[in-house]
Every structure is written in structure tokens, then in C-alpha cells.
């Protein structure tokens, strides 16, 4: 598993951030830092936006033209494929085993990535309708199993952005400004284009 190499203190303690004002962005060399939060919670409202739309897409299924639907589906198909499925990979191995080390052990990320997993495997399903929605060729079959997946798609994401969201405020307390700058460089870095 890849590790940030965001730093402890010599006795293996992290540094702790000191007010709140210290996580925003700040001035170092030359290039404002990145605040953690504040990075995450940007690909968060974005990465929200689209899982929004998810439950909408499968109220179209079957109700507007075909055209129609597969100009909507095909917008968030790529949508998953080019941005949050970089976004997955990168809170991963950016952040899952930094939040393992600071809670020394105590709580594994095994859940998290368990859902990386199975959003994996529904990806992988969404992609296979998306040539029938293209082709305008979705049976009621497929039509069925395309609004189930888009379904589970949209719970499973749901919950597990806000678990994440409760896992950046013990990197956000835990950490200094300047490593909570590595992690969300790290991020940023990791997604093939801006959110």
C-alpha cells in the first residue's frame, strides 16, 4: 500500500493542527498550501452533484426517449469513469493508510476499501449498460437492472462520502497544516483532470 509520507513527530506522535485558521490555505514559498478539508470537501460537493443525479437517471429509464436517456447516462458514465474513479484510487492509497497510522491500528480502513470494491464492481455493470443505452437497445430486463444498479450506486456513494467526511476531521486534528497540504496535493495530483 502507497504511503503519503506525511511525517510524525520523533516519538511516532503526529503534530496536531493548532487553530482552525492554520488548515486554511497559507502561503509557503511562494504557493498557497492546500487545506485538506477544504480540498475534500470540494471533491465532495462535486462527486455529490453527480451521485444526485443518479436516482434521476433511473426515474428516465423507460420515460423519456431513448436519445434523451442515453445523452444524460452517458454524461455521468464518463463522469465516473474519468473523474471518480481517480478520485476512489486516490483517497485510497493517499489517504486510507494515513488514518490507519493514526489510529494506530486501532480502526481499519478494510470497510472503506471493501466499498471501493463493490463501487468497482457496479462501474464495472454501469459500463456494460452503457453500450445497450448508446445503442438504444435496453430491454425491459436491462432496464431493470440498470435502474437497480444506479440505485445501489447512489446509496452506497451516499453513505460512504459522508463516512469519509467524518474520517478528514481526524486527519484535520491530527495533522499540521503542512501535512494536511501533502495529502490534498496528493489528491489532487492523483486525478487524471480537475474536479
Do not use: W
Not at 503526529?14 to 487553530?19: E, I
Not at 484510487?89 to 470497510?111: C, D, F, N, V, W
Request: aromatic fraction near 6%; charged fraction near 30%; charge should be negative.
Amino acid at each position: 500500500m502507497a504511503r503519503s509520507g506525511v511525517g510524525f513527530g520523533t516519538d511516532g506522535s503526529s503534530r496536531g493542527v493548532g487553530t482552525r485558521d492554520a488548515a486554511r490555505h497559507v502561503e509557503t514559498e511562494g504557493e498557497a498550501m492546500r487545506s485538506l478539508p477544504e480540498t475534500a470537501h470540494e471533491h465532495h460537493d462535486r462527486i455529490g452533484a453527480h451521485v444526485d443525479r443518479l436516482p434521476e437517471l433511473a426515474q428516465m429509464i423507460g420515460r423519456v426517449s431513448p436519445e434523451e436517456f442515453a445523452s444524460s447516462f452517458e454524461v455521468e458514465c464518463a463522469f465516473i469513469v474519468g473523474q471518480l474513479v481517480p478520485h476512489m484510487e486516490a483517497i485510497e492509497t493517499t489517504l486510507y493508510g494515513q488514518l490507519e497510522q493514526l489510529m494506530g491500528k486501532r480502526h481499519s480502513m478494510t470497510p472503506m476499501r471493501r466499498e471501493h470494491d463493490q463501487l468497482r464492481g457496479l462501474f464495472r455493470s454501469l459500463c456494460e449498460y452503457r453500450k445497450e443505452a448508446a445503442g438504444g437497445t435496453l430491454d425491459q430486463p436491462g432496464e431493470i437492472g440498470l435502474r437497480r444498479v444506479l440505485y445501489r450506486l447512489y446509496s452506497i456513494l451516499k453513505v460512504h462520502l459522508a463516512e469519509e467526511e467524518l474520517y478528514l476531521r481526524v486527519l484535520k486534528d491530527n495533522l499540521s497544516a503542512e501535512e494536511q497540504d501533502v495529502l490534498a496535493r496528493g489528491i489532487d495530483h492523483a486525478v487524471s483532470e480537475p474536479l
